[in-house]
């Protein structure tokens, strides 16, 4: 039963394209984030987002967009994708008020754009 | 500019011996670290985190150290097994910055049979 779930988890598409990856948890979380991990294996933060507040991280694209539908989901849209886009993209989620941040991840979209 | 290091890309120990992983930050403004363990294909979980309050928290095999005067923390894997294998992130959370994870760049942990 996957906590954090991310569809799909291989994405391969071509330069200009828009496209989107899907997080959903079920673990009744309140606030979701997205991750962008790249070549070098750095994770960093692009998104955190709950019902009420959207904190971007300013090095990111206005290209990438998260997009909240319930609290349950964050999609990330991504329009005229380049190849610096290419990364495995996590999706995470936690909890408000809780132990400090404990955050959950999914397992990972690797973009591929060619 | 990284605000979290991780100097050590790989570390490899035998099994039963003690691995010990370091981390150093930069922000004084950091009030919360986490050790994360990922396994290939896999996203991040949760292991162990230490308040700035404090200088150690243990949590069975796990220990973690705090050294707020050096900005440096470690993980200390006690004894280590095999599926002790993976790579571990440091993380760091400042307290006027939404709750997001600073990340460092992560070690490679082998522990041989």
């Known amino acids: 039963d996957t906590a954090v779930s991310q569809t799909p988890k291989y994405l391969v598409t071509q330069m200009g394209n828009d496209k989107s990856i899907k997080c959903e948890q079920n673990?009744?979380?309140?606030?979701m984030y997205w991750y962008k991990q790249d070549s070098k294996k750095f994770l960093k933060i692009m998104f955190s987002?709950?019902?009420?507040?959207?904190?971007i991280n300013e090095t990111v694209p206005n290209r990438f967009s998260p997009k909240s539908p319930d609290k349950a989901h964050l999609n990330l849209h991504i329009n005229s994708l380049e190849l610096g886009d290419s990364a495995v993209y996590f999706c995470?989620?936690?909890?408000?008020?809780?132990?400090?941040?404990?955050?959950?991840f999914g397992a990972g979209t690797r973009l591929s754009v060619l | 500019d990284q605000q979290v290091k991780q100097n050590s890309p790989s570390l490899s120990v035998q099994e039963g011996r003690i691995s010990i992983l370091n981390c150093d930050y930069t922000?004084?403004?950091?009030?919360?670290f986490l050790w994360y363990k990922k396994y290939p294909a896999e996203g991040p979980t949760f292991l162990i985190s230490i308040s700035s309050i404090k200088d150690k928290n243990e949590d069975g095999r796990f220990t973690v150290f705090l050294n707020k005067s050096a900005k440096h923390l470690s993980l200390h894997i006690v004894p280590s097994q095999p599926g002790d294998s993976a790579v571990y992130f440091c993380?760091?959370?400042?307290?006027?910055?939404?709750?997001?994870?600073?990340f460092g760049g992560g070690t490679r942990l082998m522990v041989k049979p």
């Open positions: 987002y709950n019902n009420k507040e959207l904190i």
């Open positions: 993380a760091a959370i400042s307290n006027n910055a939404g709750n997001m994870l600073t």
């Open positions: 995470a989620s936690s909890l408000a008020g809780t132990t400090k941040n404990i955050q959950y």
């Open positions: 673990l009744g979380h309140d606030t």
């Open positions: 922000n004084s403004m950091f009030d919360y």
